[in-house]
Structure formats: C-alpha cells, structure tokens
C-alpha cells in the first residue's frame, strides 16, 4: 500500500488545530486520526481518486459541523437558530484572520516544508494535550456563563 503526503488537506487540519485552540471547535482526535489516514491511502486509478475526493469532503464538512456542535454542547438542540448562532461565531472577524493567515502561511512555507509531518506532530500535541485544555476552555466558559447569571 503506497501513502502520500495531505496536499491542501493540511490546510483543512491546520484550521482545525487553530479553532480548537481558541475553544472554538471540540477536535476529535480519534475521528480526525481516522480521517488522516483515509486522505493519505494512495488511490491507484483516476476515476477512483475523484470518488476518494467527493467522499473525502463530506467527510470533512461533517467532521467539521460535529465538532462546531460538539464544543457549543448543542448537537441535542440542533435548530435553524443555533446553526446560525453557530456561523455567527465561526465567522467573526478574528476567525476570518486567522484562517487567512494560516492559508497564506501554508501558501508560502508549502515551498519548503512537508506539512504533512507538521500535522501529523500536531496530531500527536491535540491526543496528549488537546482534551485536557478543551474540557479547561468548556469549565471556564461555563462558570463564565453562570457568574454571568448571577449577575442578572
């Protein structure tokens, strides 16, 4: 069985790491890890590659809109509202920023580093670390939601 590197798909990883970072995204390591390793099977055939990259893309939107619901803890209460509660946040200002500056960053340094090992070190910092510093951001965002409560 032959691998290759991730191509754009680091990119998409990338973003991930960066939103789960900033507590925006709940990154499922397990699931993610699964993914990774589905984009870097080699397909031998044209016809079969295009298929491997339609799948491939649902895969990732859906990977994606999980773990956006996942880390606002409304997967149960899933509505119109707070799908557009949900884009309000992941389209702010700064997150706009910050996915521009990782595409021109990847843009660039692409010339020189394999991002594909890059990722995959991150993947191993997001296993031992991630969840721990996930589970600090959802504990302090929740007693940030009660003390507000409090205060009305």
């Not at 993610?32 to 589905?38: E, G, M, S």
């Not at 397909?43 to 996942?70: D, G, M, N, Q, R």
Request: charged share 10%; aromatic share 16%.
């Amino acid at each position: 069985m032959k691998l290759t590197g991730l191509g754009i798909w680091n990119l998409y990883f990338l973003i991930k790491f960066a939103l789960m970072y900033y507590g925006i995204i709940n990154f499922d390591v397990i699931k993610n890890a699964a993914f990774f390793a589905l984009l870097v099977i080699a397909v031998p055939s044209t016809p079969l590659t295009k298929i491997k990259l339609c799948v491939c893309v649902v895969i990732a939107i859906a990977l994606f809109y999980i773990e956006l619901f996942a880390m606002n803890n409304t997967v149960e209460q899933h509505s119109i509202d707070n799908t557009l509660i949900l884009l309000k946040t992941l389209f702010n200002f700064d997150i706009v920023l910050i996915v521009f500056t990782l595409s021109i960053v990847y843009w660039y340094l692409s010339q020189w580093v394999r991002f594909t090992s890059v990722t995959l070190i991150l993947f191993v910092i997001a296993a031992i670390y991630g969840q721990s510093y996930i589970n600090s951001i959802q504990t302090t965002v929740s007693s940030d939601v009660v003390e507000l409560k409090r205060v009305k």
